[in-house]
């Protein structure tokens, strides 16, 4: 390379480096933040739930493998697989994780290039109008330009960590809507086996009645009996029917709602029947949880989690606001060529560099920017209020769940028991009726009560196993192992703040969630 070539690109390798200097001076100064440092909300949170013997067994987050049902683990999978409102929750996900990689561009250097060929010509004329000459030139021209704001005041940081916390949100938001799916999945299928049950009831009560309503028809034509007793056990007969007809409807609509949840194509919903594994009555219910600490509980609710990353985000865009009352300034820089020929345009004479510094300051904007401070901060305070009905939703569903479990084995025995005893008061008033002791109303009356004593229990079967799926839900999806992690991204808070503060940090940023091994 020649001298001159060297001296001409001096001034031009001068600025670049000089641009380069001023541009990593200005990274090290925006360490500035003006956003408030984030602290969880204060709650009067339990050391120890009350004591309830449940038993020591873990269980693990695949909860609905416990129950020993290969159908219902299928029907599990597939709704995890398929389930549209997941499908649309993960592409939330892409979604806000497409604005973390916007905010992060904002975060650094926009560089762009610029070519160009202009034409021009001109004459020259004298008095008598006639052209003595023509000049017309064709210039070519490259430039590369670099631009900057820095971020002083934490404007484009913060909007990165509040978008980065929504991404977190939108993430731990799709577990909970895993494990809403999961739920409601066993527990539809639990309701189809309870309206199963029920079918059965109905139909083999239908076809106890018709028996006796041929005999009881026999007898009235013999004179045995009265119309008035010939009537009713015709009428009992239809109220059967009437429920033979009503639960084929409701396990209809049970199919249906099914499919949907596992996400089934129309045809498949119009045409294709849902697979039966274990009668309910034959289902296991599964060991539940040891006695627990409910301060774990905010480590393991995605739901909780996802509402304290959103305070987390909404404290970062106080911030972002409050960074709109300051001067915006940039560096600028830019480095090219001019050229008659394009074949010279990179080796020619002309070079061109500039470089500079530009800024902006709010001066009059008639409130815009107090209001966007107003709306962050209140937007914040609206978060918090959400968080904290997270979390007292989450200790009612403890509650509530844990007694049900708690009382849920004893109603089932009590229905069963209640049901046999039905069962032989039947029997006896139909003999006592039969030998004269008793009226027809006595008969009619135990049947009844039979009748709706075994609808019952297949409702009593089914509760039972929705507390077990409610206890692992109300926990954020059982409790596992010794050793291992939730299925679900769980962020220790508290541990997140400990290193930003040993950082010298005051706004905390997004951080990686462990997953399950």
């Not at 099914?258 to 034959?282: E, F, H, K, T, Y």
């Not at 089932?412 to 039905?422: A, D, F, K, P, T």
Request: glycine fraction near 6%.
């Amino acid at each position: 390379m020649s001298a001159p070539y060297k001296a001409r690109r001096a001034p031009a390798f001068a600025a670049a480096r000089a641009l380069a200097l001023a541009m990593t001076l200005a990274l090290l100064l925006s360490a500035c933040s003006l956003a408030p440092r984030y602290e969880r909300p204060g709650q009067d949170i339990p050391e120890q739930w009350r004591k309830v013997d449940l038993g020591s067994t873990p269980l693990n987050t695949d909860w609905w493998t416990r129950f020993n049902d290969p159908v219902l683990t299928a029907m599990v999978e597939e709704a995890l697989k398929n389930n549209q409102d997941l499908a649309e929750s993960l592409a939330k996900i892409d979604s806000a994780a497409a604005q973390v990689g916007i905010a992060t561009s904002q975060l650094l250097p926009s560089v762009s290039g610029d070519a160009a060929a202009t034409s021009q010509s001109s004459s020259t004329k004298i008095a008598n109008y006639s052209t003595l000459a023509d000049r017309s030139n064709t210039n070519y021209q490259g430039s590369l330009n670099a631009s900057w704001e820095l971020d002083f005041w934490g404007k484009y940081r913060n909007n990165y960590t509040a978008l980065s916390d929504v991404l977190m949100n939108t993430v731990v938001g799709h577990e909970a809507l895993r494990l809403s799916v999961a739920g409601q999945t066993a527990q539809g299928y639990f309701a189809l086996l309870a309206l199963d049950m029920q079918l059965d009831t109905a139909r083999r009560t239908l076809k106890s009645r018709e028996d006796a309503f041929g005999i009881y028809t026999s007898r009235y034509k013999q004179g045995d009996i009265t119309e008035l007793d010939w009537q009713r056990a015709r009428a009992e007969v239809e109220t059967a029917r009437a429920q033979v007809h009503t639960s084929t409807v409701s396990v209809d609509q049970a199919e249906a709602a099914l499919a949907v949840l596992l996400g089934r194509s129309p045809r498949d919903i119009i045409n294709r029947a849902m697979p039966r594994g274990q009668a309910i009555g034959m289902l296991p219910s599964p060991p539940v949880l040891p006695e627990g600490l409910p301060s774990e509980l905010l480590e393991r609710r995605p739901d909780v989690r996802a509402a304290e990353y959103m305070i987390m985000a909404y404290n970062a865009n106080i911030g972002v606001a409050r960074a709109q009352f300051f001067p915006s300034i940039s560096l600028t820089g830019m480095l090219g060529t001019l050229s008659a020929a394009v074949g010279n345009l990179f080796t020619g004479p002309a070079g061109a560099w500039s470089y500079g510094a530009t800024g902006t300051l709010p001066i009059l904007d008639f409130g815009r920017n107090w209001y966007n401070l107003k709306d962050a901060e209140a937007q914040k305070k609206a978060a918090i209020a959400v968080y904290r009905k997270t979390v007292q939703v989450a200790f009612k569903d403890i509650r509530t769940s844990l007694t049900s479990q708690r009382e849920a084995d004893a109603i089932v025995r009590s229905m069963q028991i209640q049901v046999e005893s039905l069962r032989r008061s039947v029997d006896i008033a139909r003999l006592q009726y039969d030998n004269g002791y008793t009226d027809y109303l006595t008969v009619l009356d135990a049947e009844r009560q039979l009748f709706a004593a075994e609808l019952q229990l297949a409702s009593a079967l089914r509760d039972r196993l929705d507390a077990v799926v409610s206890v692992c839900m109300a926990l954020g999806g059982g409790w596992e192992d010794p050793g291992k992690s939730p299925s679900f991204p769980v962020v220790n808070t508290e541990r997140l703040l400990q290193e930003e503060t040993a950082a010298g940090k005051t706004t905390p940023v997004a951080a990686p969630a462990t997953q399950a091994n």
